[in-house]
């Protein structure tokens, strides 16, 4: 099901600030090969990953949110006590509960701040960017915090080729505030769902209907699984009507899209989608190579990278795009 589309005329909201943080830990390609029947020739070709970064022990994903979310913070100029607004992406929390958003509130001293975590897999931090311009124009905060942030090291099967050459740690954060003087803010967005593909793309154990047991757990059923070639087909029509959705919807034309940041799951998925919809290559930011697909923090990174590059300049129409497990999808245009 897709959301209707949705260019606010309530109160415009603006990012003020972008920070990200990935674990110093590289795991290359060849690292991966004395792991499983892999090459770094397959990966390369593949999916244009060569190498992701891996948590250290005891770092958990409130350590990667936190970490990037003081960056953010630190750019927009906010102190953590005035923080009214934390929203953490995630499908790898800290605890099933209390919420990963409830760690970071803590460990940035943020105590003012409502805080909550969305799982919408790798179009979370979109989701998150939806909800919290939601609560700045029609809730009367005066700003929001908001972070896609992923251990997925720690749900991976490392003896699954299919899957554990695919994913990476890594936090992304955007401050977001109202926009003043009809200057940057985020002009329109675009979210959807599809409940009935639950099945290609999960993490099937550890849950309600599928606690791990003395029984099952050599079975390794708190790992992801996917199905990856349906994944993809379904990845690529998803972004691009998504796109479509966000573009039309802030009566921009994909020529007055400056840059276009896309999830970071696949090179040959994110090819596929700018071709189709006619954007130049050099207008599309990929860093998959360094981090590989970090699910929820992966567009964070790289609008933070993009922003810190000097890739985005003010007046810059810029559009991110995302596609996950659900299966979702998200979109938004903005004016930086
Ligand atoms: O973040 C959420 C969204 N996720 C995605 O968008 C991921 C979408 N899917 C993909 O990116 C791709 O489907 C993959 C990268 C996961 C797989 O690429 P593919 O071109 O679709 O390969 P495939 O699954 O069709 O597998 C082709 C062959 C198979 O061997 P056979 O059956 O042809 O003999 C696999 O067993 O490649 C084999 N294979 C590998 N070989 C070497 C699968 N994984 C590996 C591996 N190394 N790591």
């Known amino acids: 099901m897709d959301q209707a589309d949705h260019a606010s005329t ?74 009214q607004l934390i929203i953490v992406a995630t499908i790898t929390p800290d605890t099933l509960t209390p919420a990963t958003a409830c760690y970071v509130q803590e460990k940035l001293g943020a105590h003012g701040a409502v805080a909550f975590d969305v799982s919408a897999a790798c179009s979370g931090f979109l989701y998150a960017m939806e909800l919290a311009k939601s609560l700045i124009a029609t809730g009367g905060r005066t700003n929001a915090l908001i972070i896609g942030a992923e251990k997925l090291s720690a749900f991976v099967n490392w003896s699954d080729r299919n899957t554990c050459v695919l994913f990476g740690d890594g936090a992304g954060a955007a401050v977001l ?4 003087n009809g200057g940057g803010r985020i002009l329109s967005s675009h979210l959807g769902t599809d409940g009935r593909q639950t099945e290609l793309l999960n993490i099937p154990g550890g849950g309600s209907c599928c606690p791990i047991t003395i029984e099952n757990a050599d079975q390794q059923l708190a790992t992801l699984a996917m199905q990856g070639r349906e994944v ?7 972004m691009k009507r998504a796109s479509e959705h966000a573009i039309e919807t802030a009566h921009l034309t994909a020529g007055d899209i400056d840059l276009v940041i896309p999830h970071q799951a696949n090179l040959r998925i994110i090819d596929a989608i700018v071709d189709r919809l006619e954007i130049p290559k050099d207008n599309v930011f990929i860093n998959l190579e360094k981090y590989g697909n970090t699910s929820a923090a992966a567009v964070a990174i790289a609008l933070d990278e993009a922003n810190r590059q000097g890739r985005i300049k003010s007046g810059d129409h810029i559009l991110l795009v995302a596609f996950g497990a659900g299966l979702t999808w998200a979109s938004a245009a903005i004016k930086w």
Do not use: C
């Open 177 to 180: 505030v109202p926009s003043e």
């Open 10 to 83: 309530l109160q415009p909201v603006r990012i003020a600030g972008t920070g990200s943080y990935l674990p110093e830990k590289i795991l290359t390609n060849h690292d991966l090969e004395k792991l499983v029947e892999t090459s770094d020739e397959w990966i390369t070709s593949r999916t244009g990953i060569k190498e992701r970064r891996i948590a250290a022990d005891g770092e958990s994903t409130s350590d990667l949110a936190t970490n990037a979310a003081r960056k953010a913070l630190e750019q927009a100029d906010i102190a953590p006590e005035d923080v």
């Open 232 to 238: 993809f087909k379904h990845a690529v029509n998803a």
